[in-house]
């Protein structure tokens, strides 16, 4: 079972629209949180940190639910070049520094 | 500044050959990560450096793969010999140790091996 879930979309939203990912984790000793962005046939990079209290960068809103192990993100006002694939990424616990990256969320943001 | 330097960007051999996939981290960086990414499997970790040494090699899916960090600017991952079952994208991504999990991603070598 892989332990990084999430709901493949792809999620079509017209400009302007709010749309909001889910991630599930399976291991309950994870304690760090993130939100990696990957445009096509690119390489993936970090859209931000998901605190315990939420966090919010912009148009980007990130939760934890540390009791249901569940990591959402909200983006509001969508734009065309938020169009990427989405990946929920929670940290190996145990093993230094080794990440566990989810297969990611499909976005299109269409005119 | 340089991002992560990755070569080949694009490699097609056929099966049984020896692959040599080298990566250079961004400069200060000391941690340092090999990834594979396929459609079927997402992006997983084969095996990461921190100041050169390998801390877990967990991730590498058997003893065709081999990865070396002979200084703190290099790295290579090897395959031999390949299978096709190995086509894939191969990331390297690098960090500073204090923020090991901001890590920058370099292009990827697109792995083709029929």
């Known amino acids: 079972r892989k332990e990084v879930e999430q709901d493949p979309g792809p999620f079509n939203v017209p400009e302007g629209a709010t749309v909001a990912f889910n991630c599930t984790y399976s291991?309950?000793?994870?304690?760090?949180f993130f939100w990696y962005r990957q445009d096509c046939r690119k390489e993936p990079k970090l859209l931000m940190s998901?605190?315990?209290s939420g966090n919010e960068d912009g148009r980007f809103t990130a939760q934890l639910n540390r009791a249901s192990q569940y990591i959402s993100l909200l983006i509001r006002d969508s734009k065309l070049s938020d169009s990427a694939t989405y990946l929920c990424?929670?940290?190996?616990?145990?093993?230094?520094?080794?990440?566990?990256f989810g297969k990611g969320t499909s976005l299109l943001v269409t005119p | 500044d340089a991002g992560v330097i990755q070569s080949p960007r694009h490699e097609v051999t056929e099966m049984g050959q020896e692959v040599t996939l080298r990566c250079k981290p961004i400069?200060?960086?000391?941690?340092l990560f090999w990834y594979r990414q396929t459609m079927m499997r997402g992006l997983e970790l084969l095996i990461y450096?921190?100041?050169?040494?390998?801390?877990?090699d967990s991730g590498m899916p058997e003893d065709r793969f081999s990865a070396k960090m002979p200084n703190a600017s290099f790295s290579t991952l090897k395959i031999q010999p390949s299978e096709p079952r190995d086509s894939a994208v191969y990331f390297c991504?690098?960090?500073?140790?204090?923020?090991?999990?901001?890590?920058?991603f370099g292009p990827g070598t697109r792995l083709t091996v029929t």
């Open positions: 400069s200060g960086h000391n941690s």
């Open positions: 991504a690098s960090s500073w140790t204090s923020k090991a999990y901001e890590q920058y």
């Open positions: 291991n309950s000793a994870s304690q760090s």
């Open positions: 990424v929670v940290n190996i616990p145990n093993s230094g520094y080794a990440l566990n």
């Open positions: 450096f921190n100041n050169n040494v390998p801390i877990d």
């Open positions: 998901v605190y315990s």
